[in-house]
């Protein structure tokens, strides 16, 4: 038997050597893979439903902003910590084992401390954010600028009143100054439409 078949593509038509026109629609389109690409088209190219939105929502986003928010604290509190600890050791004359004993302490604990805070504060804005998200029904910048004044104020609220009323001025400020940024940026399509209404 010969193997000549084995060198040839595989095709669905007819024979060439009948007299029988081949049918296009059994015939391949990929002389590779042997298939029709247009059966590949069906499905649409995002992995979103139809007529969702393509960008995350706050829920989503929670989660990484959590995470790089203790992330971020740990380093700022390790470097801190590094520097009060060079002053310690060096005010206390301490060196070799006993230094670097000390400079680890210095640095893990503050590091651990700052993370902590930081993470605490991730903790509250994501979750006043996704409540307003679900209680407002859209997710736009008034939902970010009211967590940030609720975060303040949650955050401070065991300090006395004077310090919650501070903590949640801190807070709006920062949103506030955060979604002015993104509206010079461009990244806010609705405050830019309101400001070109409006100003």
């Not at 920062?174 to 806010?188: C, E, P």
Request: charge should be positive; include cysteine.
């Amino acid at each position: 038997m010969s193997d000549d078949f084995l060198s040839k593509p595989l095709s669905f038509g007819a024979p060439q050597s009948s007299g029988i026109a081949a049918s296009p629609q059994l015939q391949p389109l990929s002389p590779y893979l042997n298939y029709d690409t247009r059966y590949l088209q069906t499905q649409p190219e995002f992995i979103f439903p139809e007529g969702a939105s393509k960008q995350r929502g706050r829920f989503e986003l929670a989660f990484s902003q959590i995470g790089s928010s203790a992330m971020i604290g740990a380093c700022i509190g390790g470097a801190g910590g590094l520097y009060n600890g060079m002053n310690a050791t060096r005010l206390a004359n301490q060196t070799g084992k006993l230094r670097r004993t000390q400079l680890l302490n210095h640095v893990m604990k503050q590091g651990a401390a700052t993370a902590n805070t930081f993470g605490t504060i991730a903790v509250m804005y994501s979750a006043f954010g996704v409540l307003l998200q679900y209680a407002r029904g859209e997710d736009d910048e008034i939902n970010t600028i009211a967590a940030g004044g609720a975060t303040g104020l949650l955050y401070k609220s065991t300090a006395g009143l004077r310090k919650c009323a501070i903590g949640g001025g801190i807070g709006l400020a920062l949103t506030s100054m955060y979604v002015l940024w993104s509206v010079a940026g461009g990244g806010s399509k609705k405050l830019s439409d309101l400001k070109s209404q409006f100003l």
